[in-house]
């Protein structure tokens, strides 16, 4: 069967400061699971000081997939890579870069490269409109799922102000 590579890539702006931004992205764990659209249960075993093997399981039953990924992240230039190791999507990868947008604001710059395997060979113009889909979902993905999270998360807690003895939220 043929493989494919789908290349794609999308911005996503963030209201909060890049390294926030950044040390929210990969702080990996077990309580991941619940931001992504499909049921997900993950699981993290560090194998290095900057590498993961993350483990999810996604879908209902009887359709659930386990996907196993290396994770390496690059603290510096604030951006981290993900590597399918398993699954339908085997070897393909993703790239991902916080950027600065002043002091308080940042974006993700992320690339895919999907490998998929398909029954029968396809023309470029299918290819692209298959890169395109995948580059829709996986937007539409940060934008309605992880970056609310992200932004709630990283909320500045509320200044306070004293007024006598009480204090109001600000």
């Not at 483990?55 to 510096?76: A, Q």
């Amino acid at each position: 069967m043929p493989t494919v590579s789908l290349r794609y890539s999308f911005r996503q702006p963030f209201r909060v400061p890049a390294r926030t931004a950044y040390a929210w992205c990969t702080d990996f764990g077990p309580e991941d699971g619940p931001l992504f659209s499909n049921p997900t249960r993950r699981s993290v075993r560090r194998v290095a000081a900057d590498a993961w093997i993350l483990t999810d399981t996604t879908g209902r039953p009887p359709n659930t997939r386990r996907i196993r990924r290396l994770v390496r992240i690059d603290p510096e230039g604030m951006a981290w890579t993900n590597t399918h190791l398993d699954g339908p999507f085997r070897h393909s990868q993703y790239w991902y870069r916080v950027v600065p947008d002043g002091s308080r604001r940042s974006h993700l710059e992320f690339t895919g490269f999907r490998l998929v395997t398909i029954d029968r060979p396809i023309s470029p113009a299918e290819v692209a409109r298959r890169s395109m889909e995948e580059r829709r979902h996986d937007a539409r993905e940060w934008r309605r799922f992880l970056t609310p999270a992200l932004e709630r998360d990283c909320r500045p807690a509320p200044a306070r102000s004293r007024v006598g003895s009480r204090v109001l939220a600000a």
